[in-house]
């Protein structure tokens, strides 16, 4: 049981036994029991079907997650790698480009994408948008034959952690640009994964929120990657020294 829930149950259990117990020790014991306490009462009696309908909930999230981040083998035996990485990008709501082509294929606000890209099917992709998606490190399967994979950019992935970053060793040989910026899980641990990029020129890594020295981790960046170019926008950098000079 999650400590939020286990907070709701008792809130609710306790709010409900003293207002029971005040109306049992009023004059006007008789008079009907306000629309507050009724409320309390109600979801004290019924906190295990709101558990379970909330469980249920979370468990049919991570059920989809899974799905739409499964290796897309049915499309490359029909398609080839090329075409079933391009249409798992598209079914994620993201946006690529062939290489030699300068058009980018991505889908519009309804989820529509043109499938024209379909003409291409023995065209590597090189540059890959996945920002604001839910691609995760089971995801990684259907880029991993993208051996000309040149820019993958993350921004705002909420699934994408330190084990994603451990992941992007694949593409060692071709990645020269990725942008990280603002994902929530990523950590300084993570960072360390990416000594592997030694072709990285570009690296983005602004706003990471569970970074909590940014200035030691750009140094760390910087001697892991002496030709890659480092943004790292968003942090207040006077406070987080002067946390690692009190030891705190």
Known sequence: MSAPMLTLRRCCQRSALLLVARRQWSSSSAAPASLLSRCLLFFAQRYYDVEMVLSWKSKLERDQLRKKNLYYGYTERFYGPDIATAFYILSLRGGFRFVGQTEWFRTN????????????????????????????????????????????????????????????????????????????????????????????????????????????????????????????????????????????
């Open 109 to 248: 606000s309804k989820g529509k994408f043109n499938w024209d890209f379909l003409n291409h099917k023995d065209t590597p992709v090189e540059e890959v948008d996945m920002s604001n998606t839910i691609i995760n490190y089971t995801g990684l399967s259907n880029l991993e034959r993208q051996r000309h994979l040149r820019t993958l950019k993350l921004q705002g992935c909420p699934e994408v952690d330190d084990w994603f970053l451990a992941g992007l060793h694949r593409f060692q040989d071709s990645l020269e640009e990725l942008d990280i910026s603002h994902c929530p899980r990523i950590t300084a641990g993570g960072l360390a994964a990416l000594r592997n990029l030694r072709g990285l020129k570009r690296l983005n890594v602004s706003s990471l929120p569970r970074i909590s020295t940014p200035g030691l981790v750009i140094i760390l960046l910087e001697e892991m990657l002496p030709q890659c170019q480092i943004t790292a926008d968003g942090y207040d950098f006077e406070s987080s020294e002067e946390r690692v000079e009190t030891g705190r």
